[in-house]
T-cell receptor, first 115, second 111 residues
Framework: EAGVVQSPRYKIIEKKQPVAFWCNPI?????LYWYLQNLGQGPELLIR????????DSQLPKDRFSAERLKGVDSTLKIQPAELGDSAVYLC?????????????FGPGTRLTVL | QKEVEQNSGPLSVPEGAIASLNCTYS??????FFWYRQYSGKSPELIMF????GDKEDGRFTAQLNKASQYVSLLIRDSQPSDSATYLC???????????FGRGTSLIVHP
């Protein structure tokens, strides 16, 4: 079974430029998460999707970040414009359904560097 | 604000020893507890989960949960250099499906 796929793996951009990350969850997983992980910190949730519906997006900086999950499968996270402080690893994870007891599986992440 | 606390370390143990990693959490309503291993430059990988008070063993790993004291620990027996990584504690439940992660404890197993 294929795991969570993310692309690109690395991205270097200049500040004020736009950037987009793509995620393909494990087949059949209805719940998709986008996390941000800074160096030396644990992952912090940006947004959670239940199928096509975005829920738990209170931590998403909506002035510059946007996300979508068309058809309830793949998802894209966009930043426009990027700021220096956005440099981090962006992790996508999926689980079969939401719930306290459901395991999350993480993708390899996208390491973003904003210059 | 739900908090999950871990000592950032590094915790250094000799090969073959028992490594003990600890995690405390603030939300008494938490229901599920996860330990992830994260190698440098890699994504978190689930290694253990526990829901009930007591111990849960899986190979060289044992998770221990004490809800009354609000802590969860991970023991790694016969530590190997390949166990050197950051171990993230994640806590979930209490009315939310969103896990809260600790900052992780760096473990170094030296030969």
């Amino acid at each position: 079974e294929a795991g969570v796929v993310q692309s690109p793996r690395y991205k270097i951009i200049e500040k004020k430029q736009p950037v987009a990350f793509w995620c393909n969850p494990i087949s059949g997983h209805n719940t998709l998460y986008w996390y941000l992980q800074n160096l030396g910190q644990g992952p912090e949730l940006l947004i959670r999707y239940e199928n096509e519906e975005a829920v738990d997006d209170s931590q998403l900086p909506k002035d510059r970040f946007s996300a979508e999950r068309l058809k309830g499968v793949d998802s894209t996270l966009k930043i426009q414009p990027a700021e220096l402080g956005d440099s981090a690893v962006y992790l996508c994870a999926s689980s079969l359904v939401a719930g306290a007891y459901n395991e999350q599986f993480f993708g390899p992440g996208t390491r973003l560097t904003v210059l | 604000q739900k908090e999950v606390e871990q000592n950032s370390g590094p915790l250094s143990v000799p090969e073959g020893a028992i490594a003990s990693l600890n995690c405390t959490y603030s939300d008494r309503g938490s229901q599920s507890f996860f330990w992830y291993r994260q190698y440098s430059g890699k994504s978190p990988e689930l290694i253990m989960f526990i829901y009930s008070n007591g111990d849960k063993e899986d190979g060289r790993f044992t998770a221990q949960l004490n809800k009354a004291s609000q802590y969860v620990s991970l023991l790694i027996r016969d530590s190997q250099p390949s166990d050197s990584a950051t171990y993230l504690c994640a806590v979930r439940g209490g009315g939310s499906y969103i896990p809260t992660f600790g900052r992780g404890t760096s473990l170094i197993v030296h030969p």
